[in-house]
């Protein structure tokens, strides 16, 4: 090996490490600046060594991801949780050419590695002409090395492709002899030819690992490919645009026919012989048509591409107009305007305040002003409602690291896995969508970690070897269902009572008279972990009640379910939008608070006998259920002793399944709220979930009546 | 190997003429003379031409006057790209060209590695 | 077992054959380096034990039984295979 060469393998493999590490960073803080400055700087270099070596297909490969990272600099593009997957994708590529360099002691020149961009795709047309005509998109797709132990089945994935044409299959390298062959080394690559779309295509192969190039062919469609596009070629094809903004009847074919001639020599002289063809098309069809609609939208999407090494492409129907139907908004503005929204709510309850104070003191405009208020309640519930719709994303932002984080933790524990992900276009609140990520994180990792039995054990119970996970969200009315379902054991009933007895967290005799539920929810309780051996993986096992809290913190819920020796299913409940919420005023200790109105079960007063003591603690008997009772001016330490009153009102409420009973000095009324969360002083008290402004002005506590009762 | 490519160039100036010659030919191009436009439409019913390069300002018919005529005639006239050449760099001027018909257009003096660059991409040969 | 080698000194794969396999596979063709695999009662099969069957390259007994692997791994093999 010359020394060059031996110096390029040294230094490539420390940027390859340097830009993994950095990218993986990247992708839990994708605004980390000087993380993106070094991984752009190690693509770079990886770039240049591979010019220096004269290795065209590396630096072809590294470039693409160099301009994925270059965009994220200058602000133009976010890096995504994908994009990051495509750079370290292409670092995966890196390293196995690196590996057949160090191997062979020169550059790869087996087919499948050195090709040229368009090579393949042309040899593959050329090799079945007669499905040619047909053909809408072509792929390649070489897989990860170790896709075998992530679960994965390439063969399986491709010919299962909609509408597969042809499909050519050949090793990356050479077969080496029997003997030495790792059947467990996935040596392919695997071409295809499909009558499918692009994005049918692209969805299909989502998730997989390794690389996967897909091209659209001959409909008009462009795949944006890994585009070098000088910038003069780009001035050219934008005057071309112009100039068919320009036509004229009279000069109209004129015009199209050098719009798109010129289109087409620039394409060709920079090398893209493909989209050359393709606006080839799209000129004949808009002189055909006598309109410029076709050959405009093919410069157009030239003119958009991004370098990437899988991407989506807009559906032929797309005109340049329907770019302008999403509008990127920085998220600060649609908070403001949430909070201006809220702030329009406490304005109107003020509003409905002073229609109340009129109509008792009998003022003549009690009732004009009763009905503008109420056609103002509407508006602003609607613009509440828009709004909050503003904020909403797709689950999928969320869900798309898990195929990620679940091939590692696979391939960590030497678990085959395969992850299965349906309804991540579910939509809810920014901010739920946000906060979903570490509780899932914990769950999947639990999930796997000790609810998967090892290969062995699999096997032993007629399992098959690949264990299943799967995420599923849905909407229902107004909340949000996800779903995460394992194949595993499920959760050992005899384990979870031993360590609640262990860990104190429930006596002997509470066990007994516990059904299986609520056993199972004992995993929620704080203090709580059956790991065997706390791994680094799962942390400590108690996030669960992390979870619970979290959950319950923006008005959700969440259970689990487990079906001994077949699995565990995890389930949430969310509010589709956080920010209203229903709340009943009570008085206690001469404070009004608020009560979470879905924490109410029901209100009763009773007389004060009715009140029993069991031991330091009270309790009422209501409907044959014992239910503990608070006072809550106690409990919020606005007194000492309970008054002597003859009566007593109780708010019945329900937390986690467990009734308790509030008892307070007289209720008020049910208000419709938007939430603040605690922030500065307020933060550390316990048992408040948020504020809001009443009507008169007053700042109302609402309570969490999870914490209170705890 | 890419068939020789032929390129009209449309200037009274005979030194602007025969300095884009030296510049075209030097870089492979067949380069064909004409000092204003209705000798520009002359030449272009003799023989093929693959690019235009037209001055605006010449006696008996102007630049823009020639290409208007010239996007106006059958098919395979009508689509030859055309590089308008101009020393006005006002908006107007640039709108005007591009209402004629120009599908680039570049201001005077133009250096000869710019003409063959532009000229290179609007035909097609590689780069 | 979905591979095994039958008293005839032919190796079977019968139903659906899982990555697991392949080592079996392997195993098998290195032990008769001259069987043939006869996998016309295959259903499906894994692309490692594919992968197995392109790189030792045996006679193949086929068609096999699965839609998929009949319509594109039989002839995507014969395409592979050394003339």
């Given at each position: 090996?010359?020394?060059?060469?031996?110096?390029?393998?040294?230094?490539?493999?420390?940027?390859?490490?340097?830009?993994?590490?950095?990218?993986?960073?990247?992708?839990?803080?994708?605004?980390?600046?000087?993380?993106?400055?070094?991984?752009?700087?190690?693509?770079?270099?990886?770039?240049?060594?591979?010019?220096?070596?004269?290795?065209?297909?590396?630096?072809?490969?590294?470039?693409?991801?160099?301009?994925?990272?270059?965009?994220?600099?200058?602000?133009?593009?976010?890096?995504t949780p994908t994009l990051v997957g495509d750079c370290l994708a292409c670092l995966d590529q890196v390293i196995r050419w690196l590996d057949v360099i160090e191997q062979t002691g020169e550059l790869p020149s087996s087919p499948a590695e050195s090709r040229a961009d368009d090579t393949w795709l042309a040899e593959m047309l050329d090799s079945n002409p007669d499905v040619r005509a047909r053909v809408t998109t072509a792929l390649q797709f070489i897989p990860a090395p170790d896709c075998f132990y992530q679960g994965e089945d390439p063969l399986a994935r491709v010919t299962s492709l909609p509408e597969l044409l042809a499909l050519e299959v050949e090793p990356v390298v050479a077969w080496p002899s029997l003997n030495s062959l790792d059947p467990y080394q996935c040596n392919l690559v695997l071409t295809a030819l499909t009558a499918a779309s692009m994005s049918e295509v692209t969805e299909h192969m989502q998730g997989h690992s390794g690389t996967c190039e897909i091209r659209a062919i001959g409909t008009g469609q462009i795949a944006p490919q890994d585009w070098v596009l000088p910038s003069q070629a780009r001035e050219i094809l934008s005057?071309?645009?112009?100039?068919?903004?320009?036509?004229?009847?009279?000069?109209?074919?004129?015009?199209?026919?050098?719009?798109?001639?010129?289109?087409?020599?620039?394409?060709?002289?920079?090398?893209?012989?493909?989209?050359?063809?393709?606006?080839?098309?799209?000129?004949?069809?808009?002189?055909?048509?006598?309109?410029?609609?076709?050959?405009?939208?093919?410069?157009?999407?030239?003119?958009?591409?991004?370098?990437?090494?899988?991407?989506?492409?807009?559906?032929?129907?797309?005109?340049?107009?329907?770019?302008?139907?999403?509008?990127?908004?920085?998220?600060?503005?649609?908070?403001?305007?949430?909070?201006?929204?809220?702030?329009?709510?406490?304005?109107?309850?003020?509003?409905?305040?002073?229609?109340?104070?009129?109509?008792?003191?009998?003022?003549?405009?009690?009732?004009?002003?009763?009905?503008?208020?109420?056609?103002?309640?509407?508006?602003?519930?609607?613009?509440q409602e828009s709004v909050l719709a503003m904020r909403v994303l797709p689950l999928r932002s969320v869900l798309q690291r898990f195929p990620r984080v679940v091939r590692?933790?696979?391939?960590?524990?030497?678990?085959?896995?395969?992850?299965?992900?349906?309804?991540?276009?579910?939509?809810?609140?920014?901010?739920?969508?946000?906060?979903?990520?570490?509780?899932?994180?914990?769950?999947?990792?639990?999930?796997?970690?000790?609810?998967?039995?090892?290969?062995?054990?699999?096997?032993?119970?007629?399992?098959?070897?690949?264990?299943?996970?799967?995420?599923?969200?849905?909407?229902?009315?107004?909340?949000?269902?996800?779903?995460?379902?394992?194949?595993?054991?499920?959760?050992?009933?005899?384990?979870?009572?031993?360590?609640?007895?262990?860990?104190?967290?429930?006596?002997?005799?509470?066990?007994?008279?516990?059904?299986?539920?609520?056993?199972?929810?004992?995993?929620?309780?704080?203090?709580?972990?059956?790991?065997?051996?706390?791994?680094?993986?799962?942390?400590?096992?108690?996030?669960?009640?992390?979870?619970r809290t979290a959950v319950e913190r923006i008005g959700g819920r969440v259970s689990v379910e487990s079906r001994a020796g077949h699995g565990t299913n995890v389930r949430f409940s969310l509010p589709f939008s956080v920010m209203m919420t229903d709340v009943m005023t009570v008085e206690a200790g001469g404070q009004m608070f608020g009560v979470p109105l879905d924490a109410i079960v029901e209100t009763v007063s009773v007389p004060k006998t009715a009140i029993k003591g069991i031991g330091a603690a009270q309790a009422i008997v209501l409907r044959n259920r014992t239910i503990p009772v608070f006072d809550l001016a106690s409990v919020l330490a606005l007194r000492e002793a309970t008054p002597n009153d003859t009566a007593a009102t109780i708010v019945i409420t329900t937390m986690a399944g467990h009734l308790g009973g509030l008892r307070v000095d007289c209720i008020g009324e049910r208000l419709e709220v938007i939430l603040k969360p605690l922030d500065g002083l307020l933060t550390g008290i316990p048992g408040i979930t948020g504020t809001t402004l009443l009507g008169d002005g007053r700042v109302l506590l609402v309570l969490d009546i999870g914490e209170l009762l705890q | 190997m890419d068939p020789q490519k032929t390129i009209l160039v449309v200037d009274d100036a005979s030194?602007?003429?025969?300095?884009?010659?030296?510049?075209?030919?030097?870089?492979?191009?067949?380069?064909?003379?004409?000092?204003?436009?209705?000798?520009?439409?002359?030449?272009?019913?003799?023989?093929?031409?693959?690019?235009?390069?037209?001055?605006?300002?010449?006696?008996?018919?102007?630049?823009?006057?020639?290409?208007?005529?010239?996007?106006?005639?059958?098919?395979?006239?009508?689509?030859?790209?055309?590089?308008?050449?101009?020393?006005?760099?006002?908006?107007?001027?640039?709108?005007?060209a591009r209402a004629a018909g120009a599908n680039y257009y570049l201001v005077k003096p133009i250096d000869q590695a710019k003409l063959v660059q532009f000229a290179g991409m609007l035909c097609g040969v590689p780069r | 077992m979905t591979v095994r080698l039958t008293t005839e000194g032919t190796i079977e794969l019968e139903g659906s054959c899982s990555s697991d396999e392949a080592?079996?596979?392997?195993?098998?063709?290195?032990?008769?380096?001259?069987?043939?695999?006869?996998?016309?009662?295959c259903e499906a099969a894994h692309t490692a034990v594919v992968q197995v069957l392109m790189a030792a390259g045996p006679k193949i007994l086929g068609p096999p039984v699965g839609v998929r692997l009949e319509k594109w791994v039989q002839p995507m093999l014969a395409a592979n295979m050394p003339k």
């Amino acid at each position: 090996m010359n020394e060059f060469l031996t110096q390029f393998l040294i230094e490539s493999r420390e940027f390859v490490e340097q830009a993994t590490e950095g990218l993986l960073v990247l992708e839990q803080s994708p605004h980390d600046a000087e993380r993106l400055d070094s991984v752009f700087r190690a693509f770079h270099t990886l770039k240049g060594g591979a010019g220096i070596v004269e290795f065209a297909a590396m630096e072809r490969a590294v470039h693409a991801a160099e301009e994925i990272l270059s965009s994220a600099r200058s602000g133009k593009h976010a890096l995504t949780p994908t994009l990051v997957g495509d750079c370290l994708a292409c670092l995966d590529q890196v390293i196995r050419w690196l590996d057949v360099i160090e191997q062979t002691g020169e550059l790869p020149s087996s087919p499948a590695e050195s090709r040229a961009d368009d090579t393949w795709l042309a040899e593959m047309l050329d090799s079945n002409p007669d499905v040619r005509a047909r053909v809408t998109t072509a792929l390649q797709f070489i897989p990860a090395p170790d896709c075998f132990y992530q679960g994965e089945d390439p063969l399986a994935r491709v010919t299962s492709l909609p509408e597969l044409l042809a499909l050519e299959v050949e090793p990356v390298v050479a077969w080496p002899s029997l003997n030495s062959l790792d059947p467990y080394q996935c040596n392919l690559v695997l071409t295809a030819l499909t009558a499918a779309s692009m994005s049918e295509v692209t969805e299909h192969m989502q998730g997989h690992s390794g690389t996967c190039e897909i091209r659209a062919i001959g409909t008009g469609q462009i795949a944006p490919q890994d585009w070098v596009l000088p910038s003069q070629a780009r001035e050219i094809l934008s005057a071309q645009r112009d100039l068919l903004a320009h036509a004229t009847p009279a000069n109209f074919a004129g015009f199209i026919a050098s719009a798109g001639l010129t289109a087409e020599n620039v394409l060709r002289s920079c090398a893209h012989p493909e989209a050359a063809a393709i606006v080839a098309q799209a000129t004949q069809k808009s002189l055909a048509e006598s309109s410029s609609d076709s050959l405009r939208i093919s410069i157009a999407q030239l003119l958009s591409s991004k370098p990437a090494a899988l991407t989506e492409n807009a559906r032929p129907s797309v005109k340049p107009e329907a770019a302008a139907q999403t509008l990127r908004i920085e998220a600060a503005r649609v908070d403001a305007l949430v909070r201006l929204t809220g702030e329009l709510t406490v304005a109107k309850n003020a509003a409905g305040h002073v229609a109340k104070l009129a109509q008792e003191e009998g003022n003549a405009l009690a009732g004009v002003l009763k009905e503008r208020h109420s056609v103002l309640s509407r508006l602003i519930a609607e613009l509440q409602e828009s709004v909050l719709a503003m904020r909403v994303l797709p689950l999928r932002s969320v869900l798309q690291r898990f195929p990620r984080v679940v091939r590692e933790m696979s391939a960590n524990l030497g678990k085959p896995l395969k992850l299965e992900i349906e309804g991540d276009d579910t939509e809810a609140d920014k901010a739920i969508v946000e906060m979903l990520f570490e509780p899932l994180l914990h769950i999947v990792r639990n999930a796997i970690d000790h609810g998967i039995e090892s290969p062995a054990d699999r096997a032993a119970r007629g399992k098959p070897s690949t264990a299943r996970i799967q995420i599923r969200a849905a909407r229902q009315g107004d909340q949000v269902l996800l779903e995460i379902s394992d194949d595993g054991g499920g959760i050992d009933l005899e384990r979870v009572r031993e360590v609640a007895k262990a860990r104190g967290i429930a006596t002997e005799e509470d066990l007994r008279s516990m059904s299986e539920t609520d056993i199972i929810d004992l995993v929620f309780a704080a203090g709580f972990s059956t790991a065997a051996k706390v791994t680094e993986l799962s942390g400590r096992g108690v996030g669960m009640d992390a979870v619970r809290t979290a959950v319950e913190r923006i008005g959700g819920r969440v259970s689990v379910e487990s079906r001994a020796g077949h699995g565990t299913n995890v389930r949430f409940s969310l509010p589709f939008s956080v920010m209203m919420t229903d709340v009943m005023t009570v008085e206690a200790g001469g404070q009004m608070f608020g009560v979470p109105l879905d924490a109410i079960v029901e209100t009763v007063s009773v007389p004060k006998t009715a009140i029993k003591g069991i031991g330091a603690a009270q309790a009422i008997v209501l409907r044959n259920r014992t239910i503990p009772v608070f006072d809550l001016a106690s409990v919020l330490a606005l007194r000492e002793a309970t008054p002597n009153d003859t009566a007593a009102t109780i708010v019945i409420t329900t937390m986690a399944g467990h009734l308790g009973g509030l008892r307070v000095d007289c209720i008020g009324e049910r208000l419709e709220v938007i939430l603040k969360p605690l922030d500065g002083l307020l933060t550390g008290i316990p048992g408040i979930t948020g504020t809001t402004l009443l009507g008169d002005g007053r700042v109302l506590l609402v309570l969490d009546i999870g914490e209170l009762l705890q | 190997m890419d068939p020789q490519k032929t390129i009209l160039v449309v200037d009274d100036a005979s030194l602007v003429r025969l300095y884009y010659r030296t510049a075209l030919e030097g870089a492979g191009f067949h380069v064909v003379e004409a000092m204003n436009g209705l000798e520009a439409l002359e030449k272009l019913l003799i023989l093929p031409v693959h690019l235009l390069v037209v001055d605006i300002n010449m006696p008996h018919m102007d630049g823009l006057t020639f290409l208007e005529a010239v996007r106006r005639k059958n098919r395979e006239l009508a689509s030859i790209p055309a590089l308008v050449t101009s020393t006005e760099s006002a908006a107007a001027d640039f709108a005007a060209a591009r209402a004629a018909g120009a599908n680039y257009y570049l201001v005077k003096p133009i250096d000869q590695a710019k003409l063959v660059q532009f000229a290179g991409m609007l035909c097609g040969v590689p780069r | 077992m979905t591979v095994r080698l039958t008293t005839e000194g032919t190796i079977e794969l019968e139903g659906s054959c899982s990555s697991d396999e392949a080592e079996a596979l392997l195993q098998h063709v290195l032990a008769t380096p001259n069987a043939t695999v006869d996998w016309r009662g295959c259903e499906a099969a894994h692309t490692a034990v594919v992968q197995v069957l392109m790189a030792a390259g045996p006679k193949i007994l086929g068609p096999p039984v699965g839609v998929r692997l009949e319509k594109w791994v039989q002839p995507m093999l014969a395409a592979n295979m050394p003339k």
